[in-house]
């Protein structure tokens, strides 16, 4: 059957673009129109992403592509652009979509008063049309493009707020240590398409093509190890992770949108999407894995010794990240990778905004200054507890369920990565139970409520006030997040896995694996069970790492100096490189044409001065030319009388 609503599926994108002109053109005009103007757009783009996705649930509906628009002919080669709707896509684009919506709606209460908000929404607005064209896009190319658009939107994201050199800064970054492997991607679609028959880069294909083992496997290899450097660099994997925690200085909606399920989710989609590629190659899924694994533990230790609430976040993020690579690279299918991606666009989407309905209440982002908070914001702790949960994959919650199902499939076929996926589990239960206790349990503590907000409106400081609930505009995305952090996880249990079923077309088998479950949940319980020991109760000493073995302590908190590292072997070398060259340009290359230019002009001055109008020195001029040319004769006589 072909689906009736996928073929509007190019719908979905436009609206947040006209939104984004519209705002362009005359935000300041519209006032809060222009707010609402965008709250809207990513509503009707939720709602035809909402279509197709229930549209296509039954599982009868054949996938559309439409591949018209002739984009470049080069004899006998042309390219097509279009879009393509199939399950994987379609229930990206709820995702993207129905995050998106709820964080524009926060939005419109965290950056009320900000005098650039009709600027921040653009932005959203942008970024928005850029994600949802890269989910639809139909080739290779097609998606490269839209997915430097995000690369572009971020770096305008997380240097909102332009004015703080820590926002330039970490835009910057962003945007470079991402074009790294932006880079490998591009050269990977550049193999792609010298290897495929007749120079294919759709998706239809590229599946026909590596299905069928049409291609060498060492290129095969190649092509996919050059698509993951792609993916490593949006998905924040290691070691081109660095730019994810220093996103962090944007605004914390921001951080929610790019952390949650679109920019980062974005690397995890493009592996799942050229999956028959990576299928095709056992070592590129062994790098897959194995990379993922380390990155998922590597992020979650450095996570237990930060203090900034977003930092927390992020490499939670990013260790989570590494949790959907390690599934993917584990080879069964992408299944359980896109299920984790799912739940934790949730509940990660639901911990960043509870972190700004906190930093909005107490204008800092050191939790050792919060505490007590529970009292004084019972929604935003309620909601935060959720997600904490969720997290550290407690049953039932969301992420029980998605990361039961990774671990399921690693303990079947690879057993170390399964130890790295526990023992990241338990350090993920710990910092978050952290987190959570001193952020809302205890007394307050510090000068939260006199501090700058750090985080809000750049560096305008704040009255002296007691932290109180944030208005509905924000609480009320955070209950709908809460719900979803729930109740996502029952679309793909042990007894049912439906969601597996409907994204792959195959049939797994359902089957609870009571060793990995019961593994996962205890590691989940010590690590909320320490924290709880060390940081509500405290009968165990809070800086026993600290105290104990400070190395230990200094190592995570400045997070293996991989920063540090990176300046000392690429950065300050590169920046002497430049410097030499620049040394060259300005005073050997341009130095020889300066004195070039010098000498022409010092002549022609020479020339003007000589040429002055003055007969008598035209005279003396005229027999100082005669005496010097009666010189000459006479001396060339002279020389051959001799």
């Known amino acids: 059957m072909v689906s009736d609503y996928s073929q509007y599926a190019w719908l979905i994108p436009l609206f947040p673009l006209l939104a984004f002109l519209a705002l362009t053109a005359m935000g300041r005009q519209l006032k809060d129109f222009g707010i609402y103007l965008s709250i809207f757009a990513m509503l009707a783009s939720f709602i035809v992403a909402l279509l197709i996705f229930v549209e296509r649930l039954g599982g009868k509906v054949e996938d559309y592509t439409w591949d018209k628009l002739h984009w470049l002919q080069i004899g006998d080669f042309t390219l097509n652009m279009g879009f393509e709707v199939n399950n994987l896509n379609a229930l990206m684009l709820v995702i993207v979509t129905l995050v998106s919506l709820l964080v524009n709606i926060y939005s419109k209460g965290y950056m009320k008063g900000d005098e650039r908000i009709h600027v921040f929404f653009s932005y959203i607005a942008l970024f928005s049309f850029s994600m949802l064209g890269l989910v639809i896009s139909e080739n290779m190319l ?32 962003a945007f470079i240590v991402t074009r790294i492997g932006d880079v490998g991607l591009f050269i990977g679609i550049l193999l792609l398409f010298w290897y495929m028959p007749g120079h294919a880069l759709d998706f239809s294909s590229i599946h026909n093509a590596f299905s069928s083992g049409k291609i060498d496997p060492t290129i095969v290899t190649w092509i996919a190890i050059l698509i993951f450097i792609g993916a490593i660099g949006k998905s924040g994997q290691f070691p081109l992770h660095t730019w994810l925690p220093d996103a962090m200085e944007g605004p914390t909606p921001i951080s929610a949108l790019i952390h949650a399920a679109t920019m980062v989710a974005a690397g995890v989609y493009l592996v799942s999407r050229t999956f028959d590629i990576f299928q095709a190659s056992p070592d590129a899924l062994l790098v897959v894995a194995y990379v993922g694994g380390f990155t998922a533990i590597f992020a979650a230790t450095i996570g237990i010794a930060q203090n900034d609430i977003k930092r927390i976040l992020a490499f939670s993020t990013v260790s989570q990240l590494g949790y959907m690579m390690m599934a993917l690279g584990i080879g069964v299918s992408f299944a359980s990778g896109m299920f984790h991606l799912f739940t934790h666009a949730f509940f990660k989407a639901l911990l960043f905004l509870g972190a700004g309905s906190v930093i909005h209440a107490v204008h800092t982002q050191d939790i050792n200054e919060m505490g007590g908070l529970s009292r004084k914001m019972k929604i935003t702790t309620w909601t935060f507890a959720i997600g904490t949960l969720a997290l550290a994959g407690i049953f039932p919650f969301a992420g029980f369920w998605s990361k039961d199902l990774i671990l399921t499939e690693a303990y079947e076929h690879n057993q170390l990565l399964f130890w790295v996926g526990v023992i990241a589990a338990f350090f993920t239960a710990f910092y978050m139970s952290r987190l959570f206790f001193l952020v809302f349990m205890g007394t307050p503590r510090g000068k939260a409520t006199a501090a700058v907000d750090h985080d809000n409106h750049g560096d305008h400081a704040h009255a002296k006030q007691e932290p109180h609930e944030s208005p509905a505009s924000m609480t009320a995305p955070l209950i709908i997040l809460a719900v979803l952090a729930v109740v996502a996880g029952f679309v793909n249990t042990p007894l049912n896995e439906w969601l597996s079923h409907w994204l792959t077309g195959e049939n797994h088998a359902s089957s609870a694996n009571w060793t990995v479950i019961i593994l996962s949940t205890l590691a989940g319980l010590l690590g909320i069970g320490l924290g709880y020991l060390m940081y509500l109760k405290r009968s165990i000493p809070r800086d026993v790492i600290s105290g104990k073995v400070p190395w230990l302590y200094t190592l995570l908190n400045r997070k293996y100096f991989i920063d540090e590292i990176y300046d000392g072997i690429i950065v300050k070398p590169l920046r002497g490189i430049g410097f030499i060259l620049e040394f060259i340009d300005v005073y050997i290359i341009d130095g020889l044409v300066r004195l070039v230019a010098f000498t022409v002009v010092s002549l022609g001055r020479l020339g003007s001065r000589l040429q002055n109008g003055q007969m008598q020195a035209y005279g003396v001029i005229m027999i100082l030319g005669m005496l010097i040319l009666a010189l000459a004769i006479a001396g060339r006589r002279f020389i051959h009388a001799e």
């Open 142 to 173: 097609e998606l490269y493009i839209f997915w430097e658009l995000v690369g572009v939107c971020s770096f305008l994201l997380v240097g909102f707020w332009y004015f703080k050199p820590e926002a330039k800064a970490a835009a910057k970054k």
